[in-house]
């Protein structure tokens, strides 16, 4: 780094002789100095702190030789699925229910899930509709106490209903009954969303008892969801 001088090298007019000399011999002492101090602030500057190269391990060359830590496991995030369609998709009109003239067939759709939290005790499944009899909502299907190692429900079972079919116990829907009730809006409204919500809870599979209506489900349930996820489908007619 070439650094300026602080004298000119012309003479200075007024000095010379011995003065002049002394002022040669400090000319030479004041760069230098400059250049030290310089070279001290960009140590500063360029240099880590200590700790910094404690935290670096710079300091620690025993901790270079330790092996390098197992890679993560990793671990699926708790998620609800439609295998025959993606999300937001529409639902077949089989999934629709067969009353009146709703066309369906009253099948529930297959679900899937993975990722069931730890602490889990029991599992609950809340099928419905936002937009039904005018933004009050709809229920659809409700069960509870469902074992956490259950990974979900076939094509049509939700009708069946029973603990011999379906594990846990049946809520009471919208229409009155214990088992899946499938969607059946207004003819010609834009489609519903029928949402899929999955619950873990940290209550036993038998806390709860059977017939349990929404409100009451979501009352009985607070302060013991430990996980949820959930999907949403899409009907009209």
Known sequence: MRLPEIFPHASLPGIDGPRRRRMRRQRGVVPVRLAVGLLAVLACLTSPPAAAQRASGASAPAAASMP????????????????DAPAGAMLGR???????DCGGENLSPA????????GARS??????????????????????????????????????GGGSVLPGAGGRNTAGTDVYAGPCP????????????LFALDLAPDALPPGL????????SRGH?????????????
């Open 68 to 83: 390098p830590p197992p890679p993560a496991t990793s671990v699926p995030s708790f998620t609800i699925v439609t295998p």
């Open 123 to 160: 599992l609950a499944l809340l099928v419905f509709d936002p937009d039904g009899q005018q933004g009050g909502g709809v229920v659809h299907w409700l069960r509870y106490g469902i074992p956490p190692d259950v990974l979900g429900f076939e094509l049509g079972t939700g009708e069946q």
């Open 225 to 237: 969801v430990v996980g949820y996820t959930s999907v949403a489908r899409r009907y009209a007619r």
């Open 186 to 197: 207004p003819m010609g409204e834009t489609p519903h969303h029928y949402v899929f919500q």
């Open 111 to 118: 679900l899937s899930w993975q990722g069931t939290p730890n």
């Open 94 to 100: 089989a999934q629709a229910n067969r009353a009146r």
């Open 213 to 220: 209506d929404r409100a009451a489900f979501i009352a009985a």
